[in-house]
C-alpha cells in the first residue's frame, strides 16, 4: 500500500503556484507515492475530491481537482517559462511603445481642432467629427488586428500595423481639405488600433494568472503615457508652428515604434497555435478570417456587463477631453493652444499612476480572496478592485469639474479643474486595467479578440457621444452636461457590482468557452 505523504511537508506541495493539488483536508494529505518519479511516470487514477458549490463553467462541482503534476497543465505553465523575466519586461516595454503611438495621434489631434477648423475654413464641430470617425475605425481595426494575430501571430500583426500608421500620419499632415484629412484619420487610426488589443494579447501570452494584473497594469500605465504628453505638444506644435508638425512627428515616431518591433520582439503566441506563413502546402494558402466574430463574444453577460461599465466610466474621460477649448478654455479666457494642452497633463499622470496601481491591486484581490476560499478561484474577484474608481473617482470627479467650470471663477477654478482631470485619469484607469485583465483571466485562449470586441464596442458608444458633447454643452450647460454623464457612469458601477455578485451564474447563462484555471 502506498504511503500517505503530507501534502504540506512534500515537495508538491510546494508546487501551490503552478497547480492546484488534490487535498483531502480530513486527512491533510493526498495519495501520491514518496516516489517523486511518479511526476513524470503518471497514473493518476484516484485524485482526492473537492466540492465546489460555484455553479460556474470554469469551477465545476462535479469534477475532481487537478491531477498531481497534471501534464497538460504542467505543459501550459511551459508556455509562462518560455521568457525570461527581463525579457518578459523587454516584451512589455515594446508593446507598450507600440501601444503610445494611438495615444499619441489622437490626444495631439484634439487641442490642433480649432486651428484645422481655421487652417481648413471649416468649424470645430465638424473637425471634431474626425475624432469620431478615428475611433469607428479603431474600433473595426482592433477587431481585424486581434483575430488575425490570434493565427498569424502579435509581432506580425504590430509589423504590418505600424507601416499603416506612419502612412496616414504622412498623410494627415499633407491634407489640404476635410474629406482628405477624413480619409488619412482613418488610415492613421487603422495602423494604430492593433496597439491595446494586441498588446494585451501578448500580456496574457507570458504572464501567469496571478502575475497578470500587475503586468496589465504597467502596459497600460506605459502606453498612456501618450495621454499625458500629447495634448500638450500638439498643442505646442500647433500655436508655435504648425498642427502639420505633430502630424509628422507622429510619422516619426511610428517609425522608431516599426524599427524596435522588427528587430527585437519576439513572437508570444502560443506555437501550437501559431501560422507559420508557408511552412507547410496548407499554410502557403491565405487564411480568410471573419474579423467581426469577435463580437459575438459580447453575448456572454459578463463580457457585455464590464464592457458596459468600462464604456460609462471612459465617457467621463472624453466628456472632459475632447470639448475642453470650450469649456475650461472659454471660461477661463484660455486661447493659447498649448496652455489647452497642458490641462491634459493631469489626466494624464493620472492614468499613468492609476494603472499599475490598479493592477497590482487586481493581483493581491484575487489571491487573497482565493485563499479565503481554500484554493477556490472566483475570476470576478478581480474586478472588486475596480470598485473604488467606479463609485467615487470616476463620476465624481466629471461632476465636480462640471460645478467648477460653470460656478468657479479665475486661479481657484483653474486650480481645482487640474484636481478633476487628475482624479479622473485615475479612476478611469483603476476600472479599465483590472477589466482588461479580467477579460484574459475568462477567455484566456481569445484574449486579444475579447479586448478587442471590447474595445469596439467602447469606441462605437463613445463615437456617437463624442458627436453631440458640443451641441449639449451648448444647449444645457457644462455643468448639467457633466452631471447626466456622472449619473451614466454610477449606472456602469452597479453593472460591475451585479457581476462581482451573480457572475458565476451570470457565466452559466451563455458559454462562450471560458476559460479555467487549468489554462490560466
Known amino acids: 500500500m502506498t504511503p500517505c505523504l503530507p501534502l504540506r511537508h512534500s515537495a508538491l506541495g510546494r508546487l501551490g503556484h ?18 517523486f518519479t511518479t511526476l513524470t511516470t503518471p497514473p493518476y487514477s484516484q485524485p482526492c475530491m473537492r466540492q465546489y458549490t460555484e455553479e460556474s463553467p470554469l469551477i465545476d462541482a462535479e469534477a475532481p481537482t487537478t491531477y498531481v503534476a497534471d501534464p497538460e497543465l504542467l505543459k501550459h505553465d511551459l508556455l509562462y517559462q518560455r521568457f525570461t523575466p527581463a525579457q518578459k519586461r523587454v516584451i512589455v516595454a515594446l508593446i507598450s511603445w507600440a501601444a503610445v503611438i494611438p495615444f499619441l495621434a489622437s490626444g495631439s489631434f484634439v487641442p490642433s481642432i480649432p486651428e484645422i477648423a481655421r487652417e481648413l475654413g471649416s468649424s470645430g464641430t465638424v473637425i471634431s467629427l474626425a475624432v469620431s470617425l478615428s475611433l469607428i475605425t479603431a474600433s473595426a481595426g482592433s477587431l481585424l488586428w486581434a483575430t488575425y494575430s490570434g493565427s498569424y501571430g502579435r509581432r506580425t500583426v504590430f509589423l504590418t500595423s505600424l ?12 491634407s489640404q481639405t476635410v474629406p482628405t484629412l477624413m480619409f488619412w484619420r482613418v488610415v492613421q487610426a487603422f495602423g494604430s488600433s492593433s496597439g491595446m488589443s494586441v498588446g494585451a494579447g501578448a500580456i496574457g501570452d507570458i504572464y501567469r494568472l496571478e502575475e497578470r494584473g500587475a503586468a496589465m497594469g504597467i502596459f497600460f500605465g506605459a502606453s498612456l503615457f501618450g495621454p499625458a504628453i500629447a495634448p500638450l505638444l500638439g498643442g505646442y506644435a500647433t500655436h508655435y508652428f504648425s498642427w502639420r508638425l505633430a502630424q509628422w512627428a ?19 503566441l502560443d506555437p501550437e497555435k501559431l501560422r507559420h506563413w508557408g511552412a507547410t502546402e496548407e499554410h502557403k494558402k491565405p487564411i480568410l478570417l471573419n474579423p467581426f466574430e469577435s463580437v459575438t463574444l459580447l453575448r456572454s453577460p459578463n463580457i457585455l456587463a464590464i464592457t458596459l ?26 486661447t493659447n493652444e498649448a496652455l489647452i494642452g497642458a490641462f491634459f497633463l493631469p489626466l494624464g499622470f493620472g492614468n499613468i499612476i492609476g494603472a499599475p496601481l490598479a493592477g497590482r491591486l487586481s493581483d493581491r484581490v484575487v489571491i487573497a480572496w482565493r485563499k479565503r476560499r481554500g484554493g477556490v478561484w472566483v475570476p470576478e474577484d478581480r474586478l472588486r478592485a475596480t470598485l473604488w474608481g467606479a463609485a467615487f473617482l470616476a463620476p465624481m470627479s466629471i461632476l465636480l469639474s462640471g460645478l467648477t467650470t460653470q460656478f468657479v471663477p479665475g486661479t481657484l477654478g483653474i486650480v481645482l479643474n487640474l484636481v478633476w482631470l487628475f482624479m479622473n485619469g485615475v479612476g478611469v484607469d483603476v476600472v479599465l486595467s483590472p477589466s482588461s485583465a479580467y477579460y484574459v483571466d475568462i477567455l484566456h485562449s481569445q484574449s486579444a479578440q475579447t479586448i478587442a470586441a471590447s474595445g469596439a464596442f467602447r469606441a462605437a458608444v463613445i463615437a456617437c457621444v463624442t458627436a453631440f458633447i458640443l451641441p449639449m454643452i451648448n444647449t444645457i450647460g457644462v455643468a448639467a452636461t457633466d452631471a447626466i454623464f456622472a449619473v451614466v457612469a454610477w449606472l456602469g458601477f452597479g453593472l460591475i457590482l451585479m457581476t462581482i455578485k451573480y457572475g458565476d451564474r451570470m457565466r452559466a447563462w451563455v458559454d462562450v468557452g471560458y476559460s479555467t484555471i487549468r489554462d490560466n
Open 18 to 35: 503552478l497547480i492546484d493539488l488534490p487535498h483531502d483536508r480530513s486527512t491533510d494529505c493526498c495519495p501520491i507515492s514518496l516516489s
Open 250 to 268: 507622429l510619422f516619426v515616431m511610428g517609425l522608431f515604434a516599426l524599427l524596435p518591433v522588427w528587430l527585437w520582439l519576439p513572437e508570444t
Open 163 to 174: 507601416p499603416c500608421l506612419c502612412i496616414g500620419s504622412a498623410g494627415v499632415a499633407m
Open 309 to 334: 461599465a468600462g464604456t460609462t466610466t471612459l465617457m467621463t474621460d472624453f466628456v472632459l477631453m475632447i470639448p475642453l477649448a470650450y469649456t475650461i478654455g472659454k471660461a477661463y479666457n484660455i
